[in-house]
């Protein structure tokens, strides 16, 4: 796939201020706006990203898929190696973000949009980690984590496509939407080139309710322990 804005590429290994001054950097270069979730415009080609680790935290493996509208595999990678840092809340792309980049970068077939097993503008910064990889590959992205940046009073009905749209005291918005019936909501905000609403309909569209989370990342996520089970 293309290459990502050199111009914006700065180390991963870092100090946790200078990681929050490159956060409050690129923050500035997020750009929320529609997408269309089906029709012209809309993605023809999704990405999901996951990320396993091993039980001591020292080898990680980023699996990233491409699938098309029917859910069908078109392209798959998976990066190996060490992290780049522990884990710290509001920091995930400095322990994880090098890698989930190496694989992207790897895939032979572009996707038009992928989803994060992270957040997206609904951080303090305004830069969770699927802002931060959607700025630097310039590429529509949305984050899809299973827990709430922060704690939340409120949960949507029970139906797949229910949904309860959050706005924290900074202003930015995401929402807890249900994908599938009966079991816990997923937690979208937009990432880049994606606003709240586009990112909504889309987790929807890419999702076939088989599943907690859209499919592409579903199946990221399964491969990626498939990755760290055979040690790959």
């Known amino acids: 796939m293309s290459r990502m804005n050199a111009a914006l ?8 201020e200078e990681a929050a001054a490159i956060q409050a950097r ?9 997408l269309p979730a089906e029709g012209p415009g809309s993605p023809r080609f999704a990405a999901g990203v996951d990320v396993a680790y091993a039980k001591d935290g020292s080898h990680a493996w980023a699996s990233a898929v491409v699938l098309d509208r029917r859910f069908r595999l078109v392209a798959a990678g998976v990066a190996g ?20 980049l190496e694989v992207l970068l790897r895939l032979e077939v572009e996707p038009h949009l992928v989803f994060f097993d992270g957040h997206g503008v609904v951080h303090e910064r305004g830069l969770g980690l699927a802002s931060h990889l959607g700025v630097l590959l310039g590429l529509p992205t949305i984050g899809v984590p299973k ?19 959050l706005t924290k005291e900074w202003g930015a918005q995401g929402a807890s939407v249900r994908l599938k019936r009966g079991v816990k909501p997923v937690y979208v905000s937009p990432g880049n080139l994606v ?8 987790a929807l569209v890419w999702s076939s309710g088989r599943h907690r989370v ?5 199946l990221a996520h399964t491969r990626s322990v498939e990755a760290r089970n055979n040690g790959r």
């Open 9 to 16: 590429s700065h180390p991963w290994r870092v100090t946790r």
């Open 147 to 165: 827990t709430p940046f922060h704690a939340i009073d409120h949960c949507p009905g029970p139906g797949r496509g229910d949904h309860y749209v």
């Open 195 to 202: 606003d709240l609403s586009s990112a909504l309909a889309l």
């Open 26 to 34: 690129l923050a500035g270069q997020v750009v929320l706006r529609p």
């Open 81 to 100: 190696g060490e992290p780049d840092g522990p884990y710290a809340p509001g920091y995930l792309a400095f322990r994880e973000g090098r890698l989930t």
């Open 214 to 218: 859209p499919e592409p990342l579903a």
